[in-house]
């Protein structure tokens, strides 16, 4: 049996627990057994109750906009193929500026790395201040006709600011948008991505699981 360390694939979504992260006034996740083998029943089966939007999920156009897709009608090539990772060294948000010098192309798949994936995961109290994009950048990428985007922590627009403008900005323009990732183990670069959310039927938001494997 050969192996090639190299060639392993990463796992860039967060684990799902009870107490988790989550966005303000969104439900609270909540795991709970309902048939218990330490009860003496003769398997394990759980309840599990939580939102569409935390952890690793996506959002599909119907999220804001209402002639939009959902989820469940996503082609899969949006989040399986070629994708780059792209190290954000600002603090506070993506700026145009910053993203220039990247050459993002037609139909690229982004996953943005920033400060978020080292500070924000670290803590279950929702860290407000996080590493967003604003409604400026997200028109910029809405014009480059970006495939997908990735963003790690739990909304492409900030936290009451921009919110609503990057949705509609993105969603509008048909982009396929992944949240909630931990990149810090992973360097900038090219990668094969897979991410796939849950199929609910008309979901304008799904839990998802998402790897890399280095290119
Ligand atoms: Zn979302």
Same mark, same amino acid.
């Given at each position: 049996m050969t192996r090639n360390k190299k060639q392993n694939w990463l796992d860039v979504s967060v684990l799902i627990k009870?107490?988790?992260?989550h966005w303000p006034n969104d439900p609270a996740v909540d795991i709970r057994p309902f048939k218990s083998t330490a009860k003496g029943d003769s398997c394990n089966v759980s309840t599990v109750s939580m939102g569409t939007h935390t952890g690793t999920h996506m959002d599909p156009p119907f999220h804001f906009i209402p002639t939009g897709k959902t989820l469940d009608q996503m082609p899969l090539e949006a989040? $399986?193929?070629?994708?780059?990772? $792209?190290?954000i060294k600002d603090r506070e948000s993506i700026k145009v500026e910053e993203l220039r010098r990247h050459r993002i192309q037609r139909g690229e798949r982004i996953l943005f790395k920033t400060v978020n994936s080292a500070r924000c995961w670290k803590t279950d109290q929702f860290q407000k201040d996080f590493v967003h994009i604003p409604a400026d950048t997200a028109r910029f990428l809405a014009k480059q006709k970006v495939r997908t985007i990735g963003v790690d922590y739990l909304s492409i627009g900030g936290?009451?600011?921009?919110?609503?403008?990057?949705h509609r900005a993105l969603l509008g323009a048909g982009v396929w948008v992944i949240e909630g990732l931990n990149l810090s183990k992973v360097r900038p670069?090219?990668?094969q991505l897979i991410c796939l959310p849950i199929k609910i039927l008309a979901a304008h938001g799904a839990p998802a699981r998402a790897v890399l494997k280095p290119l």
């Open positions: 009870t107490g988790m992260v989040t $399986i193929g070629p994708a780059r990772v $792209i190290e936290f009451k600011k921009d919110g609503a403008e990057t670069g090219r990668y």
